[in-house]
């Protein structure tokens, strides 16, 4: 759409908006007014036809007052004279007056003379409420009862009869000099005929109409929208007629007679011509201003315009930016031109510097585009790399959130993919926050130099596993990120815990053994100078009981020391083919022995158990130890303690996880009670020698240590289970004779 075209639109809308609001303020401000204006003009109209029927109520009470303060009359109600009828109340009174009623009635209400006359008929009526003898004491027109000094005020208005409405004037009758004492009252009434109205509607020039209530048919609908008499309701029956509705009440105040005006809204009609008038002189106008200015617009706008446009189309066409514009001109079109002249100068220099620059840019262009590719097969290479390497790979931004997991991680910490990803530094490692990690790194993370620490990983299932992690600072797809590698050393950890609870062993045997040896020497000494002395004395000499007491203390020493002797393994083994359930029999009857059926005892083996390449006595020993601390642990009187001997044809095959086993036939030991159990922090130290939690004077702490012994003398392994309140199970594990079928 063109500039012309626009601007034609634009200028039209603002030409009709103009006229739309010019017919609102006419149809809606204007107009409204004249319709007031009618209003009003009809309301005075009634109000003149009112004015003009209250006139003639006041002539009527005026000629009424006439006849009623007079002497004459006053003299006549007191005593009638014929004189006084023929002389005043004749036909002629009527006729010459228009009256249709003359009653004149003394105080209590007798007629003492009346008529009632049609001057249409030309003849005497009949109204019910005008009685010929005497007015009742409620008529609404008697002045007053009695005679009194006082004056009474007149009653005059508007009075309903059968005949019609009937306009009354009632006087009380005074002397000529308005003195009383008033001696009744003159009634004077004038019915409201078609003649009446002709008069009224002449001298108003109103076109009125009246009507009884009584027979007004809309009666309820006039009293409903007139709230009081004398309340004007306006009414537009039609574009040409307005209608004014009032009622006139009786001299009781009651509704008497509808009265309805009629006028012509000459008004109205003059106010829709003048804004007829008025919106085609705007549209007249608008369209004739609207020429006016399209023209001017051509001339000094649009034809400046199009000129510059048709030279923006050549320079699209033809791509000539050396043409210019030549307006000779020095307002802002002029100034536009010269500024486009200008802009176009500006583009050619800019265009000939682009063509220079986009040369070097597609040389660059190529140069990025190897670079992003080699970038891309860089980072392949990384994600494959991270893929398939055998540890835990983790890459997480500088908040700790994971961005890149291998199989590895979430397969030693038992997440899937998704789920590891959804997680952070601080869900796996639960002393990260202590550590202030990872802000902490950044300040010890150097190029190319990664800082390698321990921690432990938690695991989906909420176990812990000592990892080592190994973090690198770098930079991948543009962001930087932490590169850690974490290998799990739970298998180290254990080694390590192996080499040194070996060498600690080794150490303790070593020095162990040493001792034993020139101990046992020194109680060689000591035993047989008390045996020798012993015997060299009497029996009843008091020394001989102190000698027997280091006796009986060297030989515990003495096996303290075979004790000694025997964790060290440095005792001579005198090994042959042993058969254990003959050895567990014999001493699970010495236990028995001991315990005296307090302790239930109960064995069981295979009675083709595997024998074994050991010493008998110690694997007596062996079985010693272990029942004596089973029956230890049971602080009540009554326990059981099982011992069962079965054959393990091939540990792997019967999923007996211990490293320590070779392939082989084994025969199993289990050693297991319902005692107190054992404390886990206590686990790690029950081997060491001399560790105990009983008191020292009932054990010196070297039973386990000794069962390991002879355990690892024999080329076999032993474990044990334990839980607080439940009791202890120890297994031993000798391998068979290889000659074991």
Same mark, same amino acid.
């Given at each position: 759409? @063109?500039?012309?075209?626009?601007?034609?639109?634009?200028?039209?809308?603002?030409?009709?908006?103009?006229?739309?609001?010019?017919?609102?303020?006419?149809?809606?401000?204007?107009?409204?007014?004249?319709?007031?204006?009618?209003?009003?003009?009809? %309301?005075?109209?009634?109000?003149?036809?009112?004015?003009?029927?209250?006139?003639?109520?006041?002539?009527?009470?005026?000629?009424?007052?006439? #006849?009623?303060? #007079?002497?004459?009359?006053?003299?006549?109600?007191?005593?009638?004279?014929?004189?006084?009828?023929?002389?005043?109340?004749?036909?002629?009174?009527?006729?010459?007056?228009?009256?249709?009623?003359?009653?004149?009635?003394?105080?209590?209400?007798?007629? =003492?003379?009346?008529?009632? !006359?049609?001057?249409?008929?030309?003849?005497?009526?009949?109204?019910?409420?005008? $009685?010929? &003898?005497?007015?009742?004491?409620?008529?609404?027109?008697?002045?007053?009862?009695?005679?009194?000094?006082?004056?009474?005020?007149?009653?005059?208005?508007?009075?309903?009869?059968?005949?019609?409405?009937?306009?009354?004037?009632?006087?009380? +009758?005074?002397?000529?000099?308005?003195?009383?004492?008033?001696?009744?009252?003159?009634?004077?009434?004038?019915?409201?005929?078609?003649?009446?109205?002709?008069?009224?509607?002449?001298?108003?020039?109103?076109?009125?109409?009246?009507?009884?209530?009584?027979?007004?048919?809309?009666?309820?609908?006039?009293?409903?929208?007139?709230?009081?008499?004398?309340?004007?309701?306006?009414?537009?029956?039609?574009?040409?007629?307005?209608?004014?509705?009032?009622?006139?009440?009786?001299?009781?105040?009651?509704?008497?007679?509808?009265?309805?005006?009629?006028?012509?809204?000459?008004?109205?009609?003059?106010?829709?011509?003048? %804004?007829?008038?008025?919106?085609?002189?705007?549209?007249?106008?608008?369209?004739?201003?609207?020429?006016?200015?399209?023209?001017?617009?051509?001339?000094?706008?649009?034809?400046?315009?199009?000129?510059?446009?048709?030279?923006?189309?050549?320079?699209?066409?033809?791509?000539?930016?050396?043409?210019?514009?030549?307006?000779?001109?020095?307002?802002?079109?002029?100034?536009?031109?010269?500024?486009?002249?200008?802009?176009? @100068?500006?583009?050619?220099?800019?265009?000939?510097?682009?063509?220079?620059?986009?040369?070097?840019?597609?040389?660059?262009?190529?140069?990025?585009?190897?670079?992003?590719?080699?970038?891309?097969?860089?980072?392949?290479?990384?994600?494959?790399?991270?893929?398939?390497?055998?540890?835990? =790979?983790?890459? !997480?931004?500088?908040?700790?959130?994971?961005?890149?997991?291998?199989?590895?991680?979430?397969?030693?910490?038992?997440?899937?993919?998704?789920?590891?990803?959804?997680?952070?530094?601080?869900?796996?490692?639960?002393?990260?926050?202590?550590?202030?990690? $990872?802000?902490?790194?950044?300040?010890?993370?150097?190029?190319?130099?990664?800082?390698?620490?321990?921690?432990?990983?938690?695991?989906?299932?909420?176990?812990?596993?000592?990892?080592?992690?190994?973090?690198?600072?770098?930079?991948?797809?543009?962001?930087?990120?932490?590169?850690?590698?974490?290998?799990? +050393?739970?298998?180290?950890?254990?080694?390590?815990?192996?080499?040194?609870?070996?060498?600690?062993?080794?150490?303790?045997?070593?020095?162990?053994?040493?001792?034993?040896?020139?101990?046992?020497?020194?109680?060689?000494?000591?035993?047989?100078?008390?045996?020798?002395?012993?015997?060299?004395?009497?029996?009843?000499?008091?020394?001989?009981?102190?000698?027997?007491?280091?006796?009986?203390?060297?030989?515990?020493?003495?096996?303290?020391?075979?004790?000694?002797?025997?964790?060290?393994?440095?005792?001579?083994?005198?090994?042959?083919?042993?058969?254990?359930?003959?050895?567990?029999?014999?001493?699970?009857?010495?236990?028995?022995? %001991?315990?005296?059926?307090?302790?239930?005892?109960?064995?069981? #083996?295979?009675?083709?158990?595997?024998?074994?390449?050991?010493? @008998? &006595?110690?694997?007596?020993?062996?079985?010693?130890?272990?029942?004596?601390?089973?029956?230890?642990?049971?602080?009540?009187?009554?326990?059981?303690?099982? %011992?069962?001997?079965?054959?393990?044809?091939?540990?792997?095959?019967?999923?007996?996880?211990?490293?320590?086993?070779?392939?082989?036939?084994? +025969?199993?030991?289990? =050693?297991?009670?319902?005692?107190?159990?054992?404390?886990?922090?206590?686990?790690?130290?029950?081997?060491?020698?001399?560790?105990?939690?009983?008191?020292? @004077?009932?054990?010196?702490?070297?039973?386990?240590?000794?069962?390991?012994?002879?355990?690892?003398?024999?080329?076999?392994?032993?474990? =044990?289970?334990?839980?607080?309140?439940?009791?202890?199970?120890?297994?031993?594990?000798?391998?068979?004779?290889?000659?074991?079928?």
């Amino acid at each position: 759409m @063109s500039i012309r075209t626009k601007i034609g639109i634009i200028l039209l809308c603002a030409v009709i908006c103009f006229c739309a609001a010019e017919y609102a303020v006419q149809r809606f401000v204007f107009l409204p007014g004249f319709f007031a204006l009618e209003h009003d003009e009809a %309301v005075k109209d009634a109000k003149r036809v009112t004015k003009a029927i209250n006139n003639e109520i006041r002539h009527l009470s005026t000629l009424a007052w006439d #006849w009623a303060a #007079w002497d004459d009359t006053y003299e006549f109600v007191k005593s009638p004279s014929g004189e006084y009828i023929e002389s005043n109340l004749v036909l002629s009174t009527f006729t010459g007056n228009q009256l249709n009623l003359i009653y004149i009635c003394d105080g209590s209400g007798r007629v =003492v003379w009346g008529k009632k !006359y049609d001057l249409i008929k030309e003849k005497e009526i009949e109204l019910d409420l005008f $009685p010929g &003898d005497a007015l009742p004491a409620t008529h609404p027109l008697l002045a007053d009862k009695e005679e009194t000094d006082q004056p009474v005020n007149e009653i005059k208005g508007i009075l309903l009869t059968n005949a019609g409405p009937l306009i009354v004037a009632a006087i009380p +009758i005074l002397k000529s000099n308005m003195n009383g004492p008033s001696r009744g009252t003159f009634i004077m009434g004038r019915f409201m005929r078609p003649d009446l109205v002709r008069q009224i509607a002449e001298q108003t020039q109103v076109d009125f109409s009246l009507m009884p209530m009584d027979a007004s048919a809309p009666r309820q609908e006039l009293e409903d929208n007139l709230s009081s008499p004398l309340a004007y309701a306006v009414e537009a029956v039609d574009e040409d007629l307005l209608k004014v509705r009032f009622v006139l009440p009786d001299i009781t105040g009651k509704p008497a007679i509808a009265l309805t005006t009629q006028s012509y809204r000459k008004i109205s009609k003059k106010g829709h011509e003048t %804004v007829q008038i008025g919106i085609l002189s705007m549209l007249v106008a608008g369209m004739g201003i609207l020429l006016l200015v399209l023209l001017s617009l051509k001339k000094t706008i649009l034809q400046p315009i199009s000129m510059l446009n048709q030279q923006v189309l050549a320079i699209r066409e033809t791509g000539d930016l050396s043409k210019k514009v030549t307006l000779d001109r020095n307002d802002e079109i002029g100034m536009l031109a010269k500024a486009f002249d200008r802009m176009v @100068s500006r583009i050619e220099r800019i265009t000939r510097d682009n063509i220079e620059i986009n040369k070097q840019l597609r040389r660059d262009n190529e140069k990025r585009k190897q670079a992003e590719a080699a970038l891309a097969e860089s980072e392949k290479r990384f994600r494959a790399l991270i893929e398939q390497a055998g540890d835990a =790979v983790f890459l !997480y931004d500088t908040d700790g959130n994971f961005r890149l997991v291998n199989p590895a991680a979430c397969e030693c910490l038992g997440y899937a993919k998704n789920q590891l990803l959804a997680l952070s530094v601080y869900d796996v490692d639960p002393d990260a926050a202590r550590r202030a990690y $990872p802000y902490c790194l950044w300040e010890n993370i150097n190029d190319n130099q990664p800082v390698v620490f321990e921690t432990r990983h938690l695991r989906k299932d909420d176990s812990y596993v000592p990892v080592e992690i190994s973090l690198t600072a770098i930079k991948y797809s543009g962001e930087q990120f932490i590169l850690a590698i974490s290998r799990d +050393i739970a298998q180290r950890k254990q080694a390590d815990e192996k080499i040194h609870q070996a060498r600690k062993m080794e150490a303790l045997t070593t020095l162990t053994a040493g001792i034993a040896h020139n101990f046992n020497n020194i109680l060689t000494v000591i035993i047989g100078c008390a045996e020798l002395s012993s015997a060299r004395l009497p029996k009843d000499n008091p020394a001989a009981n102190l000698l027997k007491k280091i006796e009986d203390a060297g030989s515990r020493a003495k096996e303290i020391v075979w004790q000694l002797i025997r964790f060290s393994q440095r005792q001579e083994n005198n090994f042959k083919l042993v058969q254990v359930d003959s050895v567990i029999e014999k001493e699970i009857r010495s236990a028995e022995s %001991v315990t005296a059926g307090k302790i239930k005892l109960i064995s069981q #083996w295979q009675p083709d158990s595997y024998p074994v390449i050991g010493d @008998s &006595d110690q694997i007596g020993d062996l079985i010693k130890n272990l029942l004596a601390n089973a029956v230890e642990s049971i602080k009540k009187d009554s326990g059981v303690v099982e %011992v069962q001997l079965d054959n393990i044809a091939d540990p792997s095959a019967a999923g007996i996880g211990n490293a320590s086993l070779k392939k082989g036939k084994y +025969i199993r030991l289990t =050693v297991r009670d319902n005692g107190r159990g054992i404390e886990p922090f206590h686990m790690e130290r029950i081997f060491d020698p001399y560790f105990t939690t009983k008191d020292f @004077s009932k054990g010196a702490g070297m039973g386990l240590a000794v069962v390991r012994g002879l355990v690892i003398n024999h080329g076999g392994a032993i474990t =044990v289970n334990s839980k607080v309140g439940k009791g202890t199970e120890i297994i031993i594990f000798l391998p068979a004779a290889e000659s074991t079928g």
